[in-house]
């Protein structure tokens, strides 16, 4: 019995290394040397076999033991160097920051303000893209300009300085994922008792959350300052409507020394038209996104006319400079911004810019003497008139659009559909005796480039028109067709007050030549005193207008 339990113990019997994963007998052979496999005696005794197995394993589990800890060694190297490393580069933040601090007076002697570029281009990765092209394409151009100005290094332009305005912490916040409400269930329902008990909002006021949702802006905005040679300086600020993914600008002029704005330049320099029709036909009071009219039509807004003195001024350049183009054809919700597109407007349009203010302040300081009843005429331009004008200027005031188009002497221009309502209307009245002559003026926001438009109604000895008298539409020929030859020097800035001079003279050519009546006794009311060729020609008895320099004398054309 006993040896029966010593046998069953000696069959059951199992050792540890049955418990050890060997290596195959293939890669056993393969890779143990010849020293520890023993191919010639361990081939045919497995048990030979096995032990040299296991000491091929012994061998490989103290090369790794040894490996493991060299790593072990060089993980601690390491670990020392990353914390040098660590230790220095949190001490390297603090002294960059007083070298930055101690480089500012550095900085604004040389007008190269590294440390508030930083800070603009750290806001700037929160703008949206169409926001964001612009103030890179502007930022870009400006160095571009300082850098052709100046031998140094590229620098802002000192003509155009580009900034950020509004709240980053709001501008972060939308893109925020929303917080999970599953924790508020338990309020929302106790509340719920309550809002129903609350009067619920109408239609109107519903429409009208909606509506403001809609037109929302973006929390940040680009200013861009321009400024021009005299000193004035034209304030952009651009904005993004996140909804209708459109850009709007407001502008704002301001002068070196304050101006006296004279009653008819009310409108010269007002946010709502300084910049209308920069370029032809962009008069900035409707969405260039085709895709908002079906966004407008579930809100209720019929047009962004009733907003746009609110949002800004949707103009397609300013979307340009925002790389963002419009298909008209297929409409698009979503359009993404441009650089290249930005990139290729950008000189053109500030230069269209600065000509704009430039000649809204010529025009400004020139409507000061008109409305005193002085035309004033540069040196350059003396030329171009007698040395004697009798006629003056007695009257210039703005007129209402609707009041131009009701005139019964514009009715050549209405119909020709010249008399849009983004141009803006004036009357002039030039006197001389018993003459007055009314000339409405029609003047394009394009002026100096599109020049402006004389309408004439003569009243002396009867009303007289183009419609009835060939002289008066002779007249209105030398201002409105033969404009180059009042141009002036460029940029042609004189071109209306250089007009307005030569209807003075017009009209003194008109009453000197004009026949004597001699059944009338006593002199002539207007004795001739400009030297003329010819006092008519052919059948309709046409006056010489043209003034001859420096002859002095007037002919026919």
Known sequence: MHLQKEITKCLEFKSKHEEIDLVSLEEFYKEAPPDISKAEVTMGDPHQQTLARLDWELEQRKRLAEKYRECLSNKEKILKEIEVKKEYLSSLQPRLNSIMQASLPVQEYLFMPFDQAHKQYETARHLPPPLYVLFVQATAYGQACAHMKSSQPPRQDKTLSVAIEGSVDEAKALFKPPEDSQDDESDSDAEEEQTTKRRRPTLGVQLDDKRKEM????????????????DSVLHLTFYYLMNLNIMTVKAKVTTATELITPISAGDLLSPDSVL?????????KKTPNPANQYQFDKVGILTLRDYVLDLGHPYLWVQKLGGLHFPKEQP?????????????????TMK?????????LALHKQFASLEHGIVPVTSDCQYLFPAKVVS??????????????????????????????????????????TAKLQAAVVLNPGYSSIPPVFQLCLNWKGEKTNSNDDNIRAMESEVNVCYKELCG???????????????????????????????????????????CLRLFRGPSRMKPFKYNHPQGFFSHR
């Not at 037109?215 to 005299?230: A, E």
């Not at 209308?276 to 900035?284: E, K, T």
């Not at 003279?505 to 001699?518: G, K, P, Q």
Request: include cysteine; glycine fraction near 4%; charged fraction near 25%.
């Open 215 to 230: 037109l929302k802006r973006h929390p940040l905005s680009v200013m861009l300052d321009l400024k021009c040679k005299d």
């Open 276 to 284: 209308s029709c920069l370029y032809p036909g962009d008069h900035g």
């Open 332 to 348: 698009q919700h979503t359009v993404i911004a441009d650089h290249s597109l930005s990139a290729s407007h950008m000189e053109t």
């Open 352 to 360: 269209l810019l600065k000509t704009r203010v430039q000649s809204r």
């Open 392 to 433: 003056r200027l007695v009257k210039w005031v703005t007129i209402a659009h609707e009041d131009y188009m009701e005139l019964h002497f514009t009715k050549d221009i209405v119909e020709a559909g010249l008399a849009e309502d983004t141009n803006l209307y004036y009357m002039a009245l030039v006197e001389r005796g």
């Open 489 to 531: 020097p460029r940029p042609s800035h004189q071109l209306l007050t250089n007009q307005l001079q030569r209807l003075c003279v017009l009209l003194d050519v008109y009453l000197e030549t004009d026949s004597h009546d001699d059944s009338v006794e006593g002199p002539k009311e207007f004795p001739q005193e400009k030297m």
